[in-house]
């Protein structure tokens, strides 16, 4: 089976950065992905790590390491849009491109 | 449109009704997914179509549950006898299978059951 852990809140102030851990057992693994959903909108794509190493993509960036099982999100320079909740989500490859998502981290951005 | 679409977006009901929830992926995409998510928590998996493919079904949590996927297009999650705690957001994804895990959610499907 596939499991996900990521910290369940996260409260900071606009203009800091924030890490959003993500450590996942999965009985195959071919990329962990992050997703964002504000409060009643639709989770939306951020990021995908199928490799160890950083991929940036303007102010967010996302961490793998395979052989920790382990990533993370990084958002830097927060601004308050950026209040929302952030899932991570991995794909095994046996089963194509399901996602198991994490519980979901919600981030708190104050003035 | 340009997305995903799901109909309705808010569903009412009674303990012991069934629904049909739709959904309408993006032209072109192989793969349809649908997702359950309750207040406060992450999305679990229900099941996934690709292309002509028997559906993964391996997510559904009963058998009161159903869903078929018409000409490789449409979408459509049947719940029988809906019971209290099916309420939940009913999410839809599409991607174009090979392409990462880009998924493309729809705006979701509310359903309550009194």
């Known amino acids: 089976g596939q499991s996900l852990e990521q910290p369940s809140e996260v409260t900071a102030v606009e203009g800091a950065i924030v890490q959003i851990n993500c450590t996942y057992q999965?009985?195959?693994?071919?990329?962990l992905s992050w997703y964002q959903q504000h409060d009643g909108g639709a989770p939306t794509f951020l990021s995908y790590?199928?490799?160890?190493g950083l991929e940036e993509t303007g102010r967010f960036s996302s961490f793998l390491s395979r052989s920790d099982s382990y990533g993370y999100l990084l958002l830097q320079e927060l601004q308050m849009k950026d209040s929302a909740s952030y899932f991570c989500?991995?794909?095994?490859?046996?089963?194509?491109?399901?996602?198991?998502f994490g519980g979901g981290t919600r981030v708190l951005v104050k003035p | 449109g340009a997305g995903v679409s799901q109909s309705p977006s808010n569903k009412v009901t009674e303990k012991g009704k069934d629904v049909e929830l739709r959904c309408d992926p993006i032209s072109g995409h192989t793969a349809l997914y649908w997702y359950r998510q309750s207040l406060g928590q992450g999305l679990e998996f229900l099941i996934y179509f690709q292309g002509n493919s028997a559906p993964d079904k391996s997510g559904l949590p009963s058998d009161r549950f159903s869903a078929e996927r018409t000409g490789g297009s449409v979408s459509t999650l049947t719940i029988q006898r809906t019971q209290q705690e099916d309420s939940a957001v009913y999410l839809c994804?599409?991607?174009?299978?090979?392409?990462?895990?880009?998924?493309?959610f729809g705006p979701g499907t509310r359903l309550t059951v009194l």
């Open positions: 989500a991995v794909r095994d490859g046996a089963a194509g491109n399901k996602l198991t």
């Open positions: 994804a599409s991607t174009l299978a090979g392409v990462g895990d880009t998924q493309y």
């Open positions: 790590n199928a490799l160890d």
């Open positions: 999965t009985s195959g693994f071919y990329g």
